[in-house]
């Protein structure tokens, strides 16, 4: 099984508050270029909107 992909850690909800947000971007916006064919710049656009959807409370401080 050492062949399959994970993609769930893109969709995992990050524990630390600090770099958590940039890294779990990062990872998304990783994940959507390679499923796409997207430039970086737009994968990154997407994976920030993504950040508010899958992190509800990440967004009430």
């Not at 990872?27 to 970086?40: D, E, K, L, T, Y």
Request: hydrophobic share 45%; with cysteine.
């Amino acid at each position: 099984m050492a062949d399959k992909i994970d993609f769930t850690r893109a969709y995992s909800v990050p524990r630390s508050p600090s770099n958590a947000r940039l890294s779990w971007i990062k990872r998304r916006a990783r994940c959507i270029a390679m499923a796409f064919q997207v430039n970086r710049r737009e994968a990154v656009a997407s994976a920030a909107g993504d950040w508010h959807m899958f992190n509800p409370t990440a967004t009430q401080h």
